[in-house]
């Protein structure tokens, strides 16, 4: 701090970060962030927000999508610009979508690089090294590109920036059932970053 | 002065031959080529001369013959056998015994003439101007002052299609990658230069290896946008070379690239940042190798009701819209569906689900959502689907395929 309080009194501003806004907070450029939660807790109904808001602004999304498991549909009725998301179908092969975003994002010129481990093995995650991560935020560091990931847990640890975990709340469902609609889910996110948490609901409907 | 070629069914030699003295050539048709020997003069020396050397270049037998005009010069080969000079000013009276058929022209305008008893190109000069327009129109005028030899015209210059190939013989085989890329490298510099210089890039790259005791091997990429770079292909030739290598050592290479126009872009100072194209295939066809081509690509929703229809393009940009933060539910697909047990209600209400996924008691549920389609073809598809809250696992859609009675997990809405 002091440091930078003489650095201020030479002229030198600090750096501000980057960010993009969603609905779980501001999603910081050229970092980690990690989106954890159980089956049906509101991870893709978030990632899928993050790619439309990005889309929409012309930017150029990566999607590497360990599980085949990206719906096409869902994603354009989100607002998703699928022209603009290059999606890479990785087969069940975790280290595979690992290389495509390290390369990706060795690439630069994309605004979101999101690597889907949603429904990947938990076994195969936590076997990924932390080297791994932090190579990938190297990967991203200084550019303009946010790094993302969607898993059941938080695995990166210390090389993610911002850690957002989600918990389902509640269903909704509308009309008569049987022959009623499936309306949303309400979701609570807890989003953790610098060590200090901050909790947001929202909910996600169809 | 114009030199012309005559020579039916060796129209190649024709062209060759006219290339070595002129680049500024006429196809006429398919057996006559004109081209202009004007300064050759000052290297050969009098048209006797220049008529020699290119007899003797050509090396066939052929009609020749040197005008000061090209129609004058056209009509002297056709009409005359061996080589011809016809010396500036005389060209109607060298011109007047040729047969009036040499002449071209409508079927009507031949018949009128041969009514009339016009049989060559010096009775037909030797008609009144005035009354051969008035009877026959311009055609006849146009025609008339070409029988006259007076007809002075520009060239209508043969431009060769621009082919950008190269080829190499070895002389002993190659069976190693490296030193393959090593060649390619220069033949492939040696055409992005080529194409440079004819102010080109390239979108397709064909390469065709003839190979010892075995079928050829091609390669043909396809880029998405122009691009003139000679590494960026090279890279994306080794890459293919890795994934997809010959069988066997290679003995002679053949390497095209298609031109089109170059690439043009605007940059705006506050368009966001998009990924550099030449980079970006480069990258891609790394990750093509990695996980295979089909499954690589922006996907794009086909015109079709058959759920979890879907081809993959390539990426191209949008305009900018503005989208709500709220998160839509979305569903997470499994692919391919988990096979699934379900017990229902009398009913008929999924009241327990039995799937790979886990197993539970269905909480909430709404359907079914029956959809049919393709019945007129042998693909018909007909399912009823469910959303479904099982109990400790999630929201799940599954679906009971009707036309083989099995039910499924579809995938979970996240």
Not at chain 1, 130 to 149: D, I, K, Q, S, Y
Not at chain 2, 95 to 124: C, H, K, Q, V
Not at chain 2, 344 to 355: I, L, M
Request: charged content about 20%; overall charge neutral.
């Amino acid at each position: 701090m002091a440091i930078w309080t003489m650095a201020e009194s030479l002229g030198f501003r600090k750096r501000t970060e980057e960010t993009f806004p969603s609905i779980a907070g501001d999603i910081p450029r050229g970092a980690l962030t990690e989106i954890a939660g159980p089956v049906s807790s509101g991870r893709t109904s978030l990632l899928h927000s993050l790619l439309a808001g990005m889309t929409s602004r012309q930017e150029y999304c990566a999607l590497l999508d360990a599980e085949n498991t990206f719906h096409p549909e869902s994603a354009a009725a989100s607002g998703v610009r699928l022209s603009q998301v290059l999606w890479v179908r990785c087969g069940g092969n975790v280290e595979h979508a690992l290389k495509a975003a390290d390369m990706l994002a060795q690439g630069g010129g994309f605004g979101l690089v999101a690597i889907d481990l949603g429904d990947s093995p938990e076994r195969a995650v936590r076997r990924i090294p932390l080297a791994a991560w932090f190579r990938m935020r190297h990967g991203v560091e200084n550019t303009r590109t946010a790094l993302v990931t969607v898993a059941r847990a938080i695995h990166a640890r210390s090389c993610s920036a911002l850690k957002v975990e989600l918990d389902r709340k509640h269903t909704f469902w509308r009309g008569q059932l049987p022959g009623g609609l499936l309306n949303g889910i309400e979701v609570a996110a807890h989003c953790t970053r610098n060590h200090q948490t901050q909790e947001h609901v929202f909910t996600a409907r169809r | 002065m114009f030199a012309c070629l005559h020579a039916p069914g060796n129209l190649a030699l024709l062209l060759e031959c006219a290339g070595h003295f002129s680049p500024l050539m006429e196809e006429t048709s398919p057996d006559t080529v004109v081209f202009d020997v004007r300064g050759l003069r000052r290297m050969f020396g009098a048209e006797e001369q220049i008529a020699a050397a290119i007899a003797r270049r050509l090396g066939i037998k052929a009609h020749l013959a040197l005008a000061a005009n090209p129609d004058a010069a056209v009509h002297a080969a056709r009409g005359f056998s061996g080589t011809t000079i016809v010396p500036v000013g005389r060209e109607a009276a060298m011109l007047a015994p040729l047969p009036l058929y040499l002449l071209g022209g409508s079927s009507e305008f031949a018949r009128n003439l041969d009514l009339w008893g016009i049989r060559t190109f010096g009775e037909f000069a030797a008609l009144p101007p005035l009354g051969v327009v008035a009877r026959l129109g311009e055609e006849g005028d146009q025609l008339q002052r070409q029988a006259s030899g007076a007809v002075q015209r520009q060239l209508r210059l043969r431009v060769d299609p621009l082919v950008f190939r190269e080829e190499r013989e070895l002389e002993d085989s190659i069976d190693l990658l490296e030193p393959l890329l090593f060649l390619l490298s220069q033949m492939l510099h040696d055409v992005c230069e080529r194409l440079r210089f004819h102010g080109r890039a390239t979108n397709e790259l064909r390469l065709r290896l003839k190979l010892e005791r075995a079928a050829d091997y091609t390669a043909t990429l396809s880029l998405p946008v122009p691009m003139l770079n000679a590494k960026v292909l090279l890279k994306l030739l080794h890459l293919e070379l890795t994934g997809r290598p010959p069988q066997a050592p290679a003995e002679r290479l053949y390497l095209e690239l298609v031109p089109v126009e170059p690439r043009t872009t605007q940059h705006g100072l506050f368009l966001p940042a998009a990924p550099e194209p030449e980079k970006l295939e480069i990258t891609l066809a790394r990750i093509r190798g990695l996980v295979g081509a089909a499954n690589v690509g922006a996907p794009e929703i086909l015109d079709t009701h058959r759920p979890d229809t879907f081809r993959m393009s390539m990426l191209t940009g949008s305009k900018e819209t503005n989208v709500p933060l709220c998160p839509k539910l979305v569903l997470r697909r499994f692919r391919p569906p988990h096979p699934a047990k379900v017990w229902c209600t009398e009913q008929g209400k999924p009241a327990r689900v039995f799937s790979p996924v886990g197993n539970g008691t269905v909480l909430t549920c709404a359907g079914p959502w029956h959809i049919a389609g393709d019945w007129w073809t042998a693909e018909a598809w007909d399912r009823q689907e469910w959303d479904v809250e099982i109990s400790k696992l999630g929201v799940f859609r599954i679906s009971r395929d009707n036309l083989r009675g099995v039910w499924a997990l579809d995938g979970n809405y996240d």
